[in-house]
């Protein structure tokens, strides 16, 4: 079945680095649009980046953009997601989740905590 | 940037519908995808493209969109039906493309 499994998450001082991953099965990766989406605690959701399927057009929210990067690797099934300059505020559990081409996220990994904390 | 305003809470009886709405401007010129998340859960997609629903998702749950206000629409509310649900669509009004979400309701089944 279809799976995404993110992983690198963790307590981080502010200014510090965090690379987060996502291992995708059960489909075509390389055929796909993938977001990040975070979600601090109790609040709602908020979507972070979004790649193409080659890699070749990516997107961010202005509240990362400078500090995070993300990626894919096709032939490794694999999204990452380069965290750079750490902020309280960046506190959130970050969920990678498959998406249709500009559109609908399904499914979405069970997400990974990051704390950004002295 | 485009803003979805959704009401913070809707409460229903069991049995009852559950209305939950999206309000954005001319929100009925775009896409709107809806996704319930229950408590320590990841969201799951129960509604796309206003009013399709991805396989498995149970016919009690509709969507519709028009004008300035999109709606989810729960038919005979189940008490496994509370949750938080968002709506999200993605705004690519200007050069620079941007998903954007609701900021969720809280569904309480009584």
């Known amino acids: 079945q279809v799976q995404l499994v993110e992983s690198g998450g963790g307590l981080v001082k502010p200014g510090g680095s965090l690379r987060l991953s996502c291992a995708a099965s059960?489909?075509?990766?390389?055929?796909?649009?993938m977001s990040w989406i975070r979600q601090a605690p109790g609040k709602g959701l908020e979507w972070v980046s979004y790649?193409?399927?080659?890699?070749?057009?990516?997107y961010y929210a202005d509240s990362v953009k400078g500090r995070f990067t993300i990626s894919r690797d096709n032939a490794k099934n694999s999204l990452y997601l380069q965290m750079n300059s750490l902020r309280a505020e960046d506190t959130a559990v970050y969920y990678c989740a498959r998406q249709a081409a500009a559109n609908w996220f399904d499914p979405w990994g069970q997400g990974t905590l990051v704390t950004v904390s002295s | 940037s485009y803003v979805l305003t959704q009401p913070p809470s809707v409460s229903v009886a069991p049995g009852q519908t559950a209305r939950i709405t999206c309000g954005g401007n001319?929100?009925?010129?775009?896409?709107v995808h809806w996704y319930q998340q229950k408590p320590g859960q990841a969201p799951v997609l129960v509604v796309y493209?206003?009013?399709d629903r991805p396989s498995g998702i149970p016919e009690r749950f509709s969507g519709s969109n028009s004008g300035n206000t999109a709606t989810l629409t729960i038919s005979r509310v189940e008490a496994g039906d509370e949750a938080d649900y968002y709506c999200q669509v993605w705004d690519s009004s200007s050069d620079h493309p941007y998903v954007v979400f609701g900021g969720g309701t809280k569904l309480t089944v009584l």
């Open positions: 001319n929100i009925g010129s775009k896409s």
């Open positions: 059960g489909f075509t990766f390389s055929d796909y649009y």
């Open positions: 790649i193409s399927s080659s890699g070749s057009t990516i």
């Open positions: 493209d206003d009013s």
